[in-house]
Each structure stands twice: as C-alpha cells, then as structure tokens.
C-alpha cells in the first residue's frame, strides 16, 4: 500500500431533524475546517445515492470514515451500495455516551454543548485520520 498522504473522506448522514444527524455533520465540519484542513473532505451523500461519478470516485479512490445519526446508518450503506467499505463507521450517540456532560440539543443548529461535543469528537478522530491518511488499514 502506498505510504503517501492522501485525503480522507469523513461523509456524514443528512440527519434532517435528528439532533444527532446535526452532530454528525458539526463533526465533520470540525474535521474538515479546523482539525485537519486540506486533508479531510466531504461530500454531499445524495450525490452517491444518485451514482454521480465525482462522489463515487471521491470515495472509491480515499479511505472512508462515515458518521451517521441513527442505527439506520444511512451514510455507511451509501457508501457500502457503492462497493466500498468504509474504513471506520462511527454512530454519532456514541460521542455523547463518551462525554455525558455535553448533552446536545438543536436540529437546524446545534447549542453550545453540541457544538463543544462535536469539536471533542472530532479532535478524537484526529488520530483515525492521521492514520488513514499515511496509508494505514482500511
Ligand atoms: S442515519 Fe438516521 S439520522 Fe442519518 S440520514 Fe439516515 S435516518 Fe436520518
């Protein structure tokens, strides 16, 4: 396996109306936008439903980490439907049940311990990154 960075895919589920489908995309935002910018990317999961080939290649082609917000696990069957197994497959609750004094709340928008709980989790994932970007297993 190659031993040069690469990107990292972090795909959270859509989540519309579920607390902790919002905290999947707030730690996906975290990882991409502070934690590790240029390394982590995303991408909208309704263009993998629909087969769009930029998104299909965009996970064939990196490792995958999928965070979803219920057991539905919407986002790692996506990328699963496309052939791909993801490297790491989170549930969004598992964050809280690790830190149970950030209990998050919102839809549209997360409160402040949501958003304190998103930034802790993705701080965590830092390491699967780091990993995932130096070639390690997938
Ligand atoms: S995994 Fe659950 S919260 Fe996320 S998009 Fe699917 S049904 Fe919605």
């Known amino acids: ?4 960075a690469k990107k990292v895919v972090v795909l959270p589920c859509s989540g519309i ?21 240029g390394v982590v990317v995303t991408t909208c999961l309704p263009l993998l439903v629909i087969e769009d080939s930029e998104a299909k290649q965009l996970v064939t082609a990196n490792p995958v980490i999928t965070i979803d917000g219920c057991p539905k696990s919407c986002a790692q ?6 052939g791909v197994t993801p490297a790491q497959s989170f ?12 209990k998050p709340d919102g839809i ?4 402040e311990n949501g958003r304190r709980l998103a930034a802790i989790a993705a701080d965590e ?9 130096a070639g390690g297993v997938r």
């Open 1 to 4: 396996m190659s031993q040069k």
């Open 17 to 37: 109306g579920k607390v902790y489908g919002a905290l999947a995309r707030e730690t996906a935002y975290e990882l991409m936008d502070r934690v590790r910018p």
């Open 77 to 82: 069957k996506s990328v699963e439907a496309q």
């Open 91 to 102: 549930q969004a609750i598992n964050f809280y049940k690790a830190h149970k004094d950030l």
């Open 108 to 111: 549209a928008e997360l409160d």
């Open 125 to 133: 994932l830092a390491r699967v990154v780091d990993d995932l970007a």
